[in-house]
């Protein structure tokens, strides 16, 4: 999504020691951020009607059984889950937007965890993993990694399910210079933080999610967005 200000993007943080030497003040940066934009997160869905239309492309994707909700954020996807699962289980590292998604979905079934999602170890594997406006954040660099995690994550025959901004969504972000995508994100009191932000094309993604032996497809959806599903290798 596009950033607060105008409407707000969807980042989790990652520890320093796995991106580059000069990410240590980069990566508090961007925990802060999404730490202060957690009352300010679910307006754009009020706002814009492409949103509120990309909720309802999880109708067309097979969720069932227990499921991850990869950075869960605010439980805005959570709820719309939990009504086609068996349980819910919602990780993010922030605290604040956790508290939101508590409140939202106090629902049997539907629990949330705060971790790190590059050091947390599920106590299981789930029949799908789910994570909107999160790969987007993703470095370039931790990609193949996270898609690691994801199998590992996984049950036999499990599937990644996923929705997040494409390339459209570029001209509606400050898109800074440098070896890692950044954009400028600006909160409702001024305040500015940069966060890294990759605006992938989904037969690019199809490509690279091919050539690491997936069964994927990913397309444009809702006009500026992309979804996919995908399954590892067997």
């Not at 200000?5 to 925990?31: F, I, K």
């Not at 439980?75 to 590292?93: C, E, I, M, P």
């Not at 001209?171 to 605006?199: N, Q």
């Not at 999610?209 to 992309?226: H, I, Y």
């Amino acid at each position: 999504m596009v950033p607060i200000g105008a409407t707000p993007g969807a980042d989790r943080v990652l520890r320093s020691r796995d991106v580059g030497s000069d990410d240590d003040a980069l990566l508090a940066e961007r925990l802060a951020y999404y730490r202060a934009a957690a009352t300010e997160y679910d307006r754009p869905y009020a706002e814009r009607a492409d949103l509120r239309a990309l909720l309802g492309v999880l109708d067309e994707f097979p969720v069932s059984g227990d499921v991850l909700e990869a950075a869960c954020g605010t439980g805005q996807w959570t709820a719309r889950l939990a009504a086609r699962a068996r349980s819910v289980t919602g990780v993010d590292a922030a605290a604040e937007p956790l508290a939101v998604a508590r409140a939202r979905c106090a629902a049997d079934g539907v629990r949330f965890v705060q971790a790190d999602l590059f050091e947390w170890s599920p106590p299981r594997r789930y029949d799908v993993v789910f994570f909107a406006f999160w790969l987007s954040h993703v470095p370039p660099a931790l990609l193949a990694r996270w898609w690691e995690r994801v199998a590992s994550m996984l049950v036999p025959g499990g599937a990644a399910i996923f929705v997040d901004d494409g390339p459209p969504e570029a001209a509606f972000e400050d898109v800074l210079d440098g070896d890692v995508p950044l954009v400028r994100r600006r909160l409702a009191d001024g305040g500015e933080h940069r966060v890294v932000k990759v605006f992938h094309d989904a037969d690019a993604l199809t490509d690279v999610l091919t050539g690491w032996g997936w069964s994927a497809r990913v397309r444009p959806v809702c006009g500026n967005f992309v979804a996919g599903v995908a399954r590892p290798p067997a």
